[in-house]
Nanobody, 126 residues
Framework: QVQLQESGPGLVKPWQTLSLTCTVSGDSITRFNYYWSWIRQPPGKGLEWMGAIATSGSTYYAPHLKSRTSIFRDTSKNQLTLQLRSVTPEDTAVYYC??????????????????WGQGTQVTVSS
C-alpha cells in the first residue's frame, strides 16, 4: 500500500523559507515515468497546484509561484521536499503531496491522482 506523509514546521515566520517533506512508502519516487506534485489549500479557499517533479528530475511550477518555489527529491530517503521562500501570511495553508502517472499541470482534483497525502498545516505568522 502506497502512503504519502507530509511533514513540516507547522509555524513559520514571515519572510522565512518554508521547507516541507513528503515521505513516500510502498513505492519508489523514481518509479518509471511518474510525477509527484505539491498542492495546497488556504483556509476558506480552493486547492492550488504548486508544482511537480518527474522521475527524470525535471521540475514544473505554477507560474505565479515559480520565483519562490523549489521542489527537490532525496532518492536515498524516498522523500520529496518543497521549499517556499519569502513566505507571507497568504501562504498559510494545508499542504499536500500527490502522485500520478501523468504530469497534471494545474490539476487539483484528488481523484485524478493515484496517491494523495493527508496534508500538513502550515501557518505563517510572526
Amino acid at each position: 500500500q502506497v502512503q504519502l506523509q507530509e511533514s513540516g514546521p507547522g509555524l513559520v515566520k514571515p519572510w522565512q523559507t518554508l521547507s516541507l517533506t513528503c515521505t513516500v512508502s510502498g513505492d519508489s519516487i523514481t518509479r518509471f515515468n511518474y510525477y509527484w506534485s505539491w498542492i495546497r489549500q488556504p483556509p476558506g479557499k480552493g486547492l492550488e497546484w504548486m508544482g511537480a517533479i518527474a522521475t527524470s528530475g525535471s521540475t514544473y511550477y505554477a507560474p505565479h509561484l515559480k520565483s519562490r518555489t523549489s521542489i527537490f527529491r532525496d532518492t536515498s530517503k524516498n522523500q520529496l521536499t518543497l521549499q517556499l521562500r519569502s513566505v507571507t501570511p497568504e501562504d498559510t495553508a494545508v499542504y499536500y503531496c500527490a502522485g500520478a502517472t501523468k504530469l497534471l499541470l494545474g490539476v487539483t482534483e484528488a481523484a485524478t491522482y493515484d496517491y494523495w497525502g493527508q496534508g500538513t498545516q502550515v501557518t505563517v505568522s510572526s
